[in-house]
């Protein structure tokens, strides 16, 4: 087997990383083709890996605005030559997908979202994305051209794999086929079980907006309770400004850092939507519970009352009380704990090898 692995862009280190991370241990050797690569914003997890990227690599500004370049995204992906290798992994939630492969080659596609900007959440887009007023004409226009290439390049997956059944849904809603689900890989070995009663509650992740960090601030806000935020982004100056005394920013946290402040929280607030979420997972690895919106990827990892509560309306005042009625419940960490090891990095890589296995 000449396996090769493609992915949309490499200039952060998030959780699509630490799962292209993952497979190293899968795919021995793959090539990683890429249309952007920045070495340092992926702290150099990759230096011992081939990486090959697209003519947008040497674009100005490509490495830290690489949006700018969304149209030349499918050109990009189109144009790397797979003739050598007989299995192609994409790990996609855009373009990556898109890919080229030839007759005798099997492409599988390990789907982290069908594109949220084209499907779900286009019309919110719109509204969200920086762009020149005179431009925003033309919007519609060009989500118009990127859904009819989006539908032709689902047609060259052989086999899906979905992260969650929230992202199967979508796949079989807009592509028209199946996936199986296998959950991205949680490295629970990096927490450790809390032993202490919590100090103050904790919200992690980029501070951009359909996150939700402003309702966790007004909800904290009316309670007067320590809250500790840990993340950065551009709703940064915002959110300081709407935060009261109590709450607390910790800004760009280390792996170590960010395990400390997971062991030493009362809880983990998650107040998004998201296709999976990563986050509840390290609260429950830490022994701690987790208060989520009743959407998305937290439905299914949460078990409610065992390793954590839901609220169902987003806002602050549906999330405070969801707060209360968790601080008074007696949580069981060794459950949090049991629970999260189901999503360790050692099952997800067993679970992906028997599925490239089986497509061969």
């Known amino acids: ?28 050797d793959a090539p990683i083709y890429t249309t952007i690569y920045d070495r340092e914003r992926t702290n150099r997890v990759f230096d011992e890996r081939v990486v090959r990227t697209s003519f947008i690599q040497s674009l100005p500004f490509a490495k830290n605005r690489h949006h700018i370049y969304v149209p030349l995204m499918p050109i990009a992906i189109e144009q790397f030559d797979f003739h050598a290798f007989d299995t192609i992994l994409s790990v996609s939630a855009s373009f990556a997908k898109g890919i080229i492969s030839h007759t005798g080659a099997r492409h599988i596609c390990y789907c982290l979202t069908p594109p949220r900007f084209l499907w779900d959440d286009s019309h919110e887009f719109v509204d969200r994305f920086s762009m020149p007023w005179v431009l925003r004409p033309l919007s519609p226009l060009a989500l118009s051209y990127f859904r009819v290439w989006d539908v032709q390049a689902a047609l060259r997956v052989d086999k899906w794999i979905a ?19 296998i959950p991205p890989p949680v490295d629970v070995n990096r927490f450790s079980v809390a032993t202490r009663p919590g ?31 840990a993340g950065t982004g551009v709703e940064e100056k915002r959110l300081h400004a ?10 760009a946290v280390s792996d170590a850092r960010l395990a400390d402040l997971y062991t030493r929280s009362c809880g983990v607030v998650f107040p998004q939507e998201e296709d999976f979420g990563i986050v509840p997972l390290e609260a429950m690895a830490s022994g701690r519970p987790v208060v989520a919106y009743r959407a998305g990827g937290a439905t299914e990892t949460i078990i409610e009352k065992t390793t954590g509560i839901f609220f169902d309306e987003q806002n602050a005042q549906s999330l405070a009380d969801a707060v209360i009625i968790a601080s008074s419940h007696k949580w069981d960490a060794n459950a949090c704990r049991q629970h999260a090891e189901k999503y360790s990095t050692a099952i997800f890589q067993e679970r992906m090898r028997e599925a490239i296995g089986s497509t061969l």
């Open 1 to 28: 087997m000449q396996p090769a692995i493609v992915h949309e862009y490499l200039n952060q280190y998030g959780g699509a990383e630490r799962v292209l991370e993952a497979l190293d241990e899968v795919l021995f």
């Open 163 to 181: 992260i969650s059944e929230t992202v199967r849904r979508r796949i079989q809603k807009y592509y028209k086929t199946d996936a199986v689900v």
């Open 199 to 229: 100090e103050f509650w904790l919200a992690v992740g980029r501070l951009v907006a359909y996150k939700r960090f402003d309702i966790v601030i007004n909800a904290f806000n009316r309670l007067g309770w320590p809250l500790i935020i």
């Open 242 to 251: 709407l935060a009261g005394p109590t709450i607390q920013f910790a800004g």
